[in-house]
């Protein structure tokens, strides 16, 4: 794992989408940065246009959509990737219950490329190579 490599989670994006203080930090911290690959993995686009759709903004699916793609590479859901989010789901639901496949497919992701997972999920709470900014 590099430091110059992260994975913005559904949260992150959310933030800088809506562009809170802590989206902007996060913008200035990695999007604006040379040098900083950030990664998305490919369900966190599921789970924004779900957010989109539940408040009533299906209209800003595909231009919200399209800034991510621009700003990240997506990083596809792969059989292995999954079966590995398989395992991980069940040891992270030892230590919070509310930990779902989505989380651990993103970890997995995360891991499996190499990158630093940028979160606020509960869930990932004591993962090494998951921090909050």
């Known amino acids: 794992m590099t430091a110059s490599r992260v994975l913005f989670d559904t949260w992150a994006w959310w933030e800088v989408l809506r562009g809170s203080p ?14 900083t690959d950030v990664l998305t993995a490919a369900i966190s686009l599921g789970e924004i ?32 990737l999954a079966v590995e989010a398989g395992v991980l789901r069940t040891r992270l639901r030892k230590r919070s219950k509310s930990a779902s496949l989505a989380d651990a ?14 979160s606020i999920d509960r869930a990932f709470a004591g993962e090494p190579d998951v921090s909050s900014r």
Not at 49 to 73: F, H, M, Q, W, Y
Not at 106 to 115: F, W
């Open 22 to 35: 802590e989206g902007a930090a996060l913008q200035r911290r990695y999007l604006d940065s040379e040098g």
């Open 49 to 80: 246009s779900a957010k989109l759709s539940s408040d009533g903004a299906e209209e800003s699916i595909p231009a919200t959509i399209n800034s991510v793609r621009r700003a990240s590479a997506i990083v596809d859901l792969t059989g292995e």
């Open 105 to 118: 497919i993103v970890l997995a992701t995360a891991r499996q490329n190499g990158a630093r997972l940028i």
